[in-house]
C-alpha cells in the first residue's frame, strides 16, 4: 500500500490464542548486516473476558465476532452449552440493527466458528428457521448445507441401490433398508463403487456389514 500509493498503513496483530501472557509486539530479523524490524500494537481478544458486559452493550459488529470467538473456545467440551450460546448470538444480530448484509455476514461467521454435533446442529437448524420465517430473510448457512447435505445423501443412496437392481435384478430388503440408514456421503461413495464389480448380493451384504459395524 506504501510503496503504489503512498499511504501509511498499521499493522494490527489480532491474538486469538489462549495463552494470556503471551503478547508479541515487534518482528525482526537481520542477516548480512541488514536489519529488518516491526512493530506493532496487538489486541487481545482473551482480555475481553474481562469486559464481556461491554461486548453486550456494543453494536459493532465485531463485539459479536468476539463473543462468539470466546464462547467457542469456552464450550469446546460442552456442545450443549455451545448451542445455547449459539442461538443467544444469533439473537442478538436480530436486536442489533444490523443491516441485512451484516445480519448475513455475521451469522455465516458463527454458524462456522460454532461447530455443533450433527444433531445438535439439527436442533440449532431448526430455531433458526424460526427467526428465519419472522424475519424474513435468507441464509447460506447449515440450514442449506443440511439441505443440501440431504440431498447428497439420498441421491447416493438411490444410486447404490440402482446399481445393484440393474445388476442383480432384485436387491433383498435387507440391503436396501441398511443402505437407507447410511448418511454418510463417503461411505455411499464406498459403496456405490463397490456395488458396480461385486460379484453378488450376499458378498455385498457382507461388505455392507463389515463398514457399517462400527457405527
Not at 126 to 139: A, D, H, I, L, N
Amino acid at each position: 500500500m506504501f510503496d503504489r500509493h503512498k499511504q501509511r498503513v498499521i499493522s494490527l496483530a489480532v491474538l486469538a490464542d489462549e495463552q494470556a501472557n503471551w503478547r508479541p509486539s515487534n518482528y525482526s530479523y537481520q542477516l548480512g548486516g541488514c536489519r529488518v524490524s516491526l512493530e506493532f500494537p496487538i489486541a487481545k481478544l482473551l482480555d475481553y473476558e474481562a469486559t464481556w458486559e461491554t461486548l453486550e452493550q456494543t453494536t459493532n459488529p465485531f463485539g459479536i465476532i468476539v463473543m462468539a470467538h470466546l464462547k467457542t473456545k469456552a464450550t469446546q467440551r460442552n456442545p450443549e452449552n455451545r448451542l445455547q450460546w449459539k442461538l443467544s448470538l444469533v439473537r442478538r444480530l436480530f436486536e442489533r440493527g444490523y443491516s441485512r448484509e451484516d445480519v448475513q455476514e455475521l451469522f455465516r461467521f458463527i454458524d462456522w466458528i460454532m461447530v455443533l454435533p450433527r444433531e445438535l446442529a439439527l436442533s440449532f437448524t431448526t430455531e433458526v428457521k424460526s427467526y428465519q420465517e419472522v424475519q424474513r430473510m435468507r441464509y447460506v448457512t447449515s440450514i442449506e448445507r443440511f439441505a443440501k447435505e440431504e440431498g447428497i445423501v439420498e441421491t447416493a443412496r438411490e444410486s447404490v441401490i440402482e446399481v445393484l437392481d440393474t445388476r442383480f435384478g432384485e436387491v433383498p430388503t435387507s440391503i436396501v433398508e441398511a443402505i437407507n440408514k447410511i448418511d454418510q456421503p463417503s461411505l455411499l461413495k464406498t459403496l456405490l463403487k463397490r456395488a458396480i464389480a461385486i460379484p453378488s448380493t450376499t458378498e455385498f451384504q457382507q461388505l455392507l456389514d463389515n463398514l457399517t459395524s462400527g457405527e
